[in-house]
Nanobody, 127 residues
Framework: QVQLVESGGGLVQAGDSLRLSCTASGRTFSSYAMGWFRQAPGKEREFVAAISGSGSNTYYADSVKGRFTISRDNAKNTVELQMNSLKPEDTAVYYC????????????????????WGQGTQVTVSS
């Protein structure tokens, strides 16, 4: 089992940047594909970005492509989401998720594919 703790959320203005971090417990972090999701009030949780266990493959939602970058450091058990050019519509609680996988190059984009979730961190972008 893995435990996930997110950090880095906050209140920013449109156009600003934020960097979210997620730290995982355990010794086999590279065996987990990781993802970032977000949930705005009254909306379903939606996919933001994903990265394979090796870090070699990434995938983004169209709404954040070109603005957000997902990365991971398997030596530090961390995955990060660099968010640039933030918009008010990016306001949401952001969640880190993990799924154990035997395929180091595979990523997952559905929330139902993930087994472990962090507690979430609030990101608020004012206009």
């Amino acid at each position: 089992q893995v435990q996930l703790v997110e950090s880095g959320g906050g209140l920013v203005q449109a156009g600003d940047s934020l960097r979210l971090s997620c730290t995982a417990s355990g010794r086999t972090f590279s065996s987990y594909a990781m993802g970032w999701f977000r949930q705005a009030p009254g909306k379903e949780r939606e996919f933001v970005a994903a990265i394979s266990g090796s870090g070699s493959n990434t995938y983004y939602a169209d709404s954040v492509k070109g603005r957000f970058t997902i990365s991971r450091d398997n030596a530090k058990n961390t995955v990060e989401l660099q968010m640039n050019s933030l918009k008010p519509e990016d306001t949401a609680v952001y969640y880190c998720a993990a799924r154990r996988t035997t395929s180091s190059g595979r990523y997952y984009t559905s929330r139902y594919d993930y087994d472990y979730w962090g507690q979430g961190t609030q990101v608020t972008v004012s206009s």
